[in-house]
């Protein structure tokens, strides 16, 4: 069983950043596909970035166009942390920002079906 745990939300004002964190417990954080995701009120859960396993694709990355060139994701395998670093934020962007992890094996995926475990998220409010 892995266990997630966001930090780092918060509020901000439009065109600030934030930077989230997700520590996973276990041993097999490396081998893992981490995803962010974020849901706001009323609204699906979306997709936001993706980062791969070490290996083959090690840190192949994937991002929502939305964030493209505003939000970077990567990780620290020796902390078990996935990062998002997220800059020139707007308030289209308030949500609860949700860390993924995928058993080893599982693919690159945008759905958020595709992942195993779930933090339990963490609010991020941008003000106009």
């Known amino acids: 069983q892995v266990q997630l745990v966001e930090s780092g939300g918060g509020l901000v004002q439009a065109g600030g950043s934030l930077r989230l964190s997700c520590a996973a417990s276990?041993?097999?954080?490396?081998?893992?596909?981490m995803g962010w995701f974020r849901q706001a009120p009323g609204k699906e859960r979306e997709f936001v970035a993706t980062?791969?396993?070490?290996?083959?694709?090690?840190?192949?990355?994937n991002y929502a166009d939305s964030v493209k060139g505003r939000m970077t994701i990567f990780r620290d395998n020796a902390k078990n942390t996935v990062y998002l670093q997220m800059n020139s934020l707007k308030p289209e962007d308030t949500a609860v920002y949700y860390c993924?992890?995928?058993?080893?094996?599982?693919?690159?995926?945008?759905?958020?079906?595709?992942?195993?475990?779930w933090g339990q998220g963490t609010q991020v409010t941008v003000s106009s």
């Open positions: 276990g041993r097999t954080f490396s081998q893992s596909v």
């Open positions: 980062i791969g396993a070490s290996g083959g694709s090690a840190y192949y990355v």
């Open positions: 993924a992890a995928g058993k080893p094996g599982t693919s690159f995926s945008v759905r958020p079906g595709a992942y195993d475990y």
